[in-house]
T-cell receptor, first 112, second 116 residues
Framework: DAKTTQPNSMESNEEEPVHLPCNHS???????IHWYRQLPSQGPEYVIH???SNVNNRMASLAIAEDRKSSTLILHRATLRDAAVYYC?????????????FGKGTKLSVIP | EPEVTQTPSHQVTQMGQEVILRCVPI?????FYWYRQILGQKVEFLVS????????KSEIFDDQFSVERPDGSNFTLKIRSTKLEDSAMYFC??????????????FGNGTRLTVT
């Protein structure tokens, strides 16, 4: 699997926007970019995913660089509930099931 | 919103004993997965399951592990003879048909397995 690089940790003030970066310089043309997060003592939770274009959903936005070698997860207004480990993961498109390879992720702390 | 549910939330077993971890995936999902997370470490893929057979498995998923979908709703992970190093959080996940679209995985909140 193509590798991703994320900062170990980041801090944000509550109600401020947060930009979580991810580098994936060896991404292939068919790799999707996924973001999951894991709140303390819970299972991973899907946040957003995309292939080439920027994506928005109710949780976050995903900005993908034009060369696709990096992406940024944007939380528009951080809340205390957003404190979690955020994982940027690549997976190849294709039929059927696929495995996610989790790295260490970015631990986001939200300061009240 | 539909959820993946896992039981029990915590299982304590003695080394060498068999253990079965249970999961109820989201009802219209077709792909099922088990992952595990040893305390303080990364989430690791174990196995994926589709159409009543294993699709992919990792090196961790050796002959001590097996999966089964015994009826239309449950998905189980069995560890035949537990070892101390099997102590971990085990997460079940499911996804709808995902051909070519990388449908999101929906994870349960896990079963904490403690082997003593």
């Amino acid at each position: 699997d193509a590798k991703t690089t994320q900062p170990n940790s980041m801090e944000s003030n509550e109600e401020e926007p947060v930009h979580l970066p991810c580098n994936h310089s060896t991404i292939s043309g068919t790799d999707y970019i996924h973001w999951y997060r894991q709140l303390p003592s819970q299972g991973p939770e899907y946040v957003i995913h995309g292939l080439t274009s920027n994506v928005n959903n109710r949780m976050a936005s995903l900005a993908i660089a034009e060369d696709r070698k990096s992406s940024t997860l944007i939380l528009h207004r951080a809340t205390l509930r957003d404190a979690a480990v955020y994982y940027c993961i690549l997976s190849a498109s294709g039929a059927g099931s696929y495995q996610l390879t989790f790295g260490k992720g970015t631990k986001l702390s939200v300061i009240p | 919103e539909p959820e993946v549910t896992q039981t029990p939330s915590h299982q304590v077993t003695q080394m060498g004993q068999e253990v079965i971890l249970r999961c109820v995936p989201i009802s219209n999902h077709l792909y099922f997965y088990w992952y595990r997370q040893i305390l303080g470490q990364k989430v690791e893929f174990l196995v994926s399951f589709y159409n009543n057979e294993i699709s992919e498995k990792s090196e961790i998923f050796d002959d001590q592990f097996s999966v089964e979908r015994p009826d239309g709703s449950n998905f189980t992970l069995k560890i035949r003879s537990t070892k101390l190093e099997d102590s971990a959080m085990y997460f079940c996940a499911s996804s709808p048909t995902g051909e070519g679209t990388n449908s999101p995985l929906h994870f349960g909140n896990g079963t904490r397995l403690t082997v003593t």
